[in-house]
């Protein structure tokens, strides 16, 4: 079994302070420790550099052997009082003509071929493990022919290495230190800083299905969580609607087939009751035929609606002219228009890419619906416009009152209508426009209505071509 292990971003936030200042300290100490280990060398430089020329000055004064074989004293007088120096004269046939007591230099300090003239200071060891720091440089005398000699002279560093020594522990040290307390002190800004995460997780953790008008404060959380619950508080006004809809939905969805039901029952039961003729009977079959006819519709277009949102209606494509079917619709709505002395018109011109019998079902819908609501003496017209080379409009235009503006943005809606008392007991049950909208959008298109106080237009916007439709095995 495999564990996952959850990190924690207070964790991660206390670890990086933490590591972000102890690499901070750790550079800060690496460039004072270079600085002090340089300033200590610019000192003994300095020192070297006088007691070498100061030798070098001694050296060029000599025109005898006499005076060479006073050098010794010359030299001993002149380090008097420096503690840790060191000093070493060595003639080109590498005589030694002076050397302090217990003195030890490296051959490359003394090698008049490799190192003569250098002032590049070297550090070693001597057998009894005492640093040095020293530098040699070839000296001349006022003796005529006599070849140059080599001066070396070196310092004592131990001191300096101690205080190095010293430094380094104490630079550990405190780094270790720091990056605990920095460790400790990123931990409590860590909780302070991500405490309205704390504030959103409580109350997100109230929402809940019959509480999804409830919203997330937005005031009172950082800019850097502004976004986050902006998104999430979307989030809930989509679920709040789409709790509503679903809701709104299985309360009509009862209803609608509460009432076929309850006929069909009701009817069978009066039946029963007592006996009836072969024609009674034949009227009561007949009655319940249509029963469930409009049964069978609602459930057709229901499996209809269920197919469209879940992108298993595929339609079959082929080429139309819109006002052919519109003009092939108007004749079979023609009787009930005159019925109603309703004027019907079609214009335009556009040829779409879709499927014959669903763009039908989707012009006749709304014509249906515009005559339903278009008054006695009204107009109804269609007209087909070719907006661009990728979509064509086609717009349906009925007379009469205007659809109040808070029922618009649902006219879409399954089971939906604008007057509940009016229309419950019509042939439709509130799923034409929904199927509408289904078809135009299995198309690549959509459905669209605008309403004011002389006219009621509905627009259909379809695809000259398919636009990235990808089948879906039913």
Same mark, same amino acid.
């Given at each position: 079994? /495999?564990?996952?292990?959850?990190?924690?971003?207070?964790?991660?936030?206390?670890?990086?302070?933490?590591?972000?200042?102890?690499?901070?300290?750790?550079?800060?100490?690496?460039? #004072?420790?270079?600085?002090?280990? *340089?300033?200590?060398?610019?000192?003994?430089?300095?020192?070297?550099? =006088?007691?070498?020329k100061l030798t070098q000055h001694a050296l060029e004064k000599i025109r005898s052997k006499a005076e060479l074989d006073q050098l010794p004293q010359l030299l001993e007088d002149a380090l008097v009082g420096h503690q840790g120096l060191e000093l070493v004269v060595v003639a080109p046939d590498e005589t030694i003509l002076y050397a302090t007591n217990g003195a030890e230099f490296p051959k490359t300090l003394l090698? +008049?071929?490799? &190192?003569?003239?250098?002032?590049?200071? $070297?550090?070693?060891?001597?057998?009894? &493990?005492?640093?040095?720091?020293?530098?040699?440089?070839?000296?001349?005398?006022?003796?005529?022919?006599?070849?140059?000699?080599?001066?070396?002279?070196?310092?004592? $560093?131990?001191?300096?290495?101690?205080?190095?020594?010293?430094?380094?522990?104490?630079?550990?040290?405190?780094?270790?230190?720091?990056?605990?307390?920095?460790?400790?002190?990123?931990? %409590?800004?860590?909780?302070? =800083?991500?405490?309205?995460?704390?504030?959103?997780?409580?109350?997100?953790?109230?929402?809940?299905?019959?509480?999804?008008?409830?919203?997330?404060?937005?005031?009172?959380?950082?800019?850097?969580?502004?976004?986050?619950?902006?998104?999430?508080?979307?989030?809930?006004?989509?679920?709040? &609607?789409?709790?509503?809809?679903?809701?709104?939905?299985?309360?009509?969805?009862?209803?609608?087939?509460?009432?076929?039901?309850?006929?069909?029952?009701?009817?069978?039961?009066?039946?029963?009751?007592?006996? /009836?003729?072969?024609?009674?009977?034949?009227?009561?079959?007949?009655?319940?035929?249509?029963?469930?006819? /409009?049964?069978?519709?609602? #459930?057709?277009?229901?499996?209809?609606?269920?197919?469209?949102?879940?992108?298993?209606?595929?339609?079959?494509?082929? *080429?139309?002219?819109?006002?052919?079917?519109?003009?092939?619709?108007? *004749?079979?709505?023609?009787?009930?228009?005159?019925?109603?002395?309703?004027?019907?018109?079609?214009?335009?011109?556009?040829?779409? +890419?879709?499927?014959?019998?669903?763009?039908?079902?989707?012009?006749?819908?709304?014509?249906?619906?515009?005559?339903?609501?278009?008054?006695?003496?009204?107009?109804?017209?269609?007209?087909?416009?070719?907006?661009?080379?990728? @979509?064509?409009?086609?717009?349906?235009?009925?007379?009469?009152?205007?659809?109040?503006?808070?029922?618009?943005?649902?006219?879409?809606?399954? @089971?939906?209508?604008?007057?509940?008392? /009016?229309?419950?007991?019509?042939?439709?049950?509130?799923?034409?426009?929904?199927?509408?909208?289904? #078809?135009?959008?299995?198309? =690549?298109?959509?459905? @669209?209505?605008?309403?004011?106080?002389?006219?009621?237009?509905?627009?259909?916007?379809?695809?000259?071509?398919? %636009?990235?439709?990808?089948?879906?095995?039913?």
């Amino acid at each position: 079994m /495999r564990l996952t292990v959850r990190k924690s971003i207070t964790l991660r936030l206390t670890l990086l302070f933490a590591s972000a200042s102890s690499i901070v300290l750790l550079l800060l100490g690496f460039l #004072i420790a270079v600085s002090v280990d *340089q300033h200590f060398e610019a000192q003994d430089m300095e020192v070297l550099s =006088g007691k070498l020329k100061l030798t070098q000055h001694a050296l060029e004064k000599i025109r005898s052997k006499a005076e060479l074989d006073q050098l010794p004293q010359l030299l001993e007088d002149a380090l008097v009082g420096h503690q840790g120096l060191e000093l070493v004269v060595v003639a080109p046939d590498e005589t030694i003509l002076y050397a302090t007591n217990g003195a030890e230099f490296p051959k490359t300090l003394l090698d +008049s071929h490799v &190192n003569a003239d250098s002032t590049r200071p $070297i550090v070693w060891r001597t057998s009894s &493990n005492q640093p040095l720091r020293g530098i040699s440089a070839l000296s001349p005398t006022a003796i005529k022919g006599s070849p140059s000699a080599i001066v070396a002279v070196a310092t004592n $560093i131990s001191h300096h290495e101690h205080f190095m020594s010293s430094f380094r522990v104490t630079l550990w040290s405190f780094v270790i230190l720091a990056a605990f307390v920095t460790g400790v002190l990123g931990w %409590i800004a860590a909780r302070r =800083g991500l405490s309205p995460l704390q504030a959103v997780k409580h109350k997100a953790a109230d929402i809940t299905a019959h509480r999804l008008d409830s919203r997330l404060p937005v005031d009172s959380v950082p800019v850097e969580l502004l976004g986050l619950v902006e998104t999430l508080n979307e989030m809930l006004t989509r679920l709040e &609607n789409s709790f509503k809809q679903l809701s709104d939905f299985s309360s009509d969805i009862a209803h609608e087939l509460r009432t076929p039901v309850s006929n069909l029952l009701t009817q069978t039961q009066v039946t029963l009751s007592k006996d /009836r003729s072969t024609d009674e009977y034949r009227d009561v079959l007949a009655s319940n035929i249509e029963e469930f006819e /409009r049964l069978s519709r609602m #459930i057709s277009d229901m499996l209809f609606l269920a197919k469209s949102e879940n992108n298993l209606i595929i339609p079959h494509r082929e *080429q139309l002219n819109l006002l052919d079917e519109v003009n092939g619709l108007f *004749q079979f709505y023609e009787i009930l228009a005159e019925d109603k002395s309703i004027f019907m018109a079609s214009s335009g011109s556009g040829r779409v +890419s879709g499927d014959r019998l669903m763009l039908r079902r989707a012009i006749s819908n709304l014509l249906s619906n515009a005559l339903r609501h278009t008054p006695a003496g009204g107009r109804i017209a269609v007209h087909v416009d070719n907006t661009s080379d990728s @979509f064509v409009k086609l717009s349906v235009v009925n007379t009469g009152a205007a659809i109040p503006a808070e029922h618009v943005p649902r006219l879409f809606d399954r @089971f939906y209508r604008v007057d509940c008392s /009016r229309q419950r007991f019509s042939e439709g049950v509130g799923l034409g426009l929904a199927i509408t909208r289904s #078809i135009m959008r299995a198309h =690549g298109g959509d459905a @669209f209505v605008r309403s004011d106080q002389t006219s009621t237009v509905f627009e259909l916007i379809v695809p000259c071509q398919p %636009i990235g439709m990808v089948p879906i095995d039913n």
